[in-house]
Each structure stands twice: as C-alpha cells, then as structure tokens.
Nanobody, 127 residues
C-alpha cells in the first residue's frame, strides 16, 4: 500500500514559482503513474498533471500547460510539480495520487482512476 505526503506549498505573488513534492512509501511507487490534482474552495477537485512510472510520458491540464512541469525520482520515491508563472486562479489545495484503475490510458485525467490520496498542500497566489 502506497502512502503519500505532499509538501512545498505556501503563499506566493502572481508570477512567482513553487515546487511541490510528493513523497511516497511502499513498494509499488516506481511502477505506478502518479497524478497531481487540485481543489479550490467551492470547486470540485480537478486534474493538473500526470507522469508515467518511468517518467517518459506526462500530460497536463490545458490551464497549466507551459507553466507547470511534473517530474519524478523513483530512487527517492518522490514526484515533483514545478509551478512557474503562478496565477491567482492556481490557488488551491494540491494533492498527489496513484493511478489505481488502468482503463487503457496510463495518463488518465479521471479522478476516479486514482487513489491513495495524500492530505494535500495549500498553494495561495496573491495578485
């Protein structure tokens, strides 16, 4: 069973950067797609980015393409989300999760395909 712990959130001005980390415990991390999601107040949780087990494939929500980069270091059991040129609309709690339900797409954007959710880390972007 994989357990996840996010960190790296904080308060940043618009245009700034943050790097989120998601540390995993468990033996299946290195063989699993990892996803980042976020949830803003009053909104549903939404897909942000995903990365395949090898790091050779990734996908992003249109709203973050060109600004966010997902990466991973399997030896450290950690996945990262580098966020640049942050905007106030990026304000949310950010979560990482493991792809649990493979339905033909290793880079699924469907929240129901993921599990083992961490507790999240708060990102606040001021204007």
């Amino acid at each position: 069973q994989v357990q996840l712990l996010e960190s790296g959130g904080g308060l940043v001005q618009a245009g700034g950067s943050l790097r989120l980390s998601c540390a995993a415990s468990g033996r299946t991390f290195s063989s699993s797609t990892m996803g980042w999601f976020r949830q803003a107040p009053g909104k549903e949780r939404e897909f942000v980015a995903a990365i395949t087990w090898s790091g050779g494939g990734s996908d992003y929500a249109d709203s973050v393409k060109g600004r966010f980069t997902v990466s991973r270091v399997n030896a450290a059991k950690t996945v990262y989300l580098q966020m640049n040129n942050l905007k106030p609309e990026d304000t949310a709690v950010y979560y990482c999760a493991v792809l649990r339900n493979y339905s033909g797409n290793y880079l699924s954007k469907m929240i129901d395909d993921y599990g083992n959710w961490g507790r999240g880390t708060q990102v606040t972007v001021s204007s």
